[in-house]
């Protein structure tokens, strides 16, 4: 499924700003547009769309009717729009242009390969309302760091989007569903502790390869949904970012080894060019590739 077709059927005068069709990521995508003003044409949805306004556009607003129900919303920062699969929207009009709006969408197929330990959080979703002017500090984190991995993608960019979506399928499901979704039972301490630690070596083993949130969980036997939240709560830290620093820390030794060339360790830590690698290294230790060699040397 191209997920990215909804936001060509849904905005065909919309402008493209920037995209994550090219990214590779698995079960959700997301895409800025510029909205021109104007009337948009009767949709129907078959998977989970989450709009975030960036930012104010000062006397504008969008109207919308979907299930009979009429909604008017004011277009400011970081205000959510939520449409779940199956709603018919057949009268939608944006009073003003709007410079940029973030649009994400979800497969559901993805969501159900994601989920909880107990196989419900599929089902919790199907149930997700209809809702605008939503203020969601958490979804808005999520934005943000999905608009950032589209700009700049990063050595752990895979395992970072499926954490992002099951933190967002889960967000939805929780907040924003008519049946509300319970907790599932928590592992046994000793068991949470073992699998944290074969997931650690199972990251260290396969640091040169595409690994993803999957991959890992299948690892130590938990769905990713559970796995994505026992590995915070052990660790402190999100698997993606865990991931991330060991790369740097491999990284730095192939550097000072002096056997590899930059263009061979971006590769081999799964950096998509050599300039992300050069960037990000920057941002970790306020130096470049080259010059932690020539120190190191």
């Given at each position: ?37 104007g009337?948009?044409?009767p ?39 939520i ?6 929207e ?96 928590a592992?046994?301490a ?85 300039a ?22």
């Amino acid at each position: 499924m191209n997920l990215l077709r909804h936001g060509d059927n849904k905005f065909p005068q919309a402008q493209l700003l920037c995209s994550s069709g090219a990214l590779g990521w698995r079960g959700i995508a997301a895409e800025m547009r510029s909205h021109p003003a104007g009337d948009l044409p009767p949709f129907v949805s078959n998977q989970i769309e989450i709009t975030i306004a960036p930012q104010t556009t000062p006397g504008a607003f969008v109207s919308r009717k979907g299930w009979g129900q009429r909604q008017q919303t004011m277009v400011r920062k970081d205000t959510i729009w939520i449409s779940p699969v199956g709603v018919a929207e057949d009268d939608i009009r944006i009073s003003a242009h709007l410079p940029s709006i973030f649009h994400i969408y979800l497969s559901t197929d993805r969501l159900l390969a994601l989920s909880d330990p107990d196989g419900n959080s599929a089902a919790f979703l199907r149930q997700v309302r209809y809702l605008a002017g939503v203020h969601d500090e958490t979804i808005v984190r999520i934005g943000h760091a999905l608009a950032e991995d589209m700009r700049n993608p990063s050595a752990a960019s895979r395992m970072l989007i499926d954490s992002l979506t099951t933190a967002l399928a889960n967000r939805l499901a929780q907040r924003y569903s008519d049946l509300g979704m319970p907790r599932g039972s928590a592992a046994t301490a000793a068991r949470d502790v073992r699998r944290v630690r074969l997931a650690v070596e199972f990251m260290q083993a396969h640091l040169d390869q595409p690994i993803g949130l999957d991959e890992i969980a299948a690892a130590v036997a938990v769905s990713p949904f559970h796995f994505a939240r026992l590995f915070r709560a052990s660790t402190g830290i999100a698997p993606y970012r865990y991931l991330a620093n060991l790369r740097m820390e491999q990284a730095k030794h192939l550097l000072s080894q002096g056997r590899s060339s930059l263009a061979e360790i971006a590769s081999s830590m799964q950096f998509s060019t050599q300039a992300n690698f050069a960037r990000a290294f920057r941002q970790a230790t306020g130096t470049s590739p080259m010059a932690y060699r020539r120190q190191r040397s």
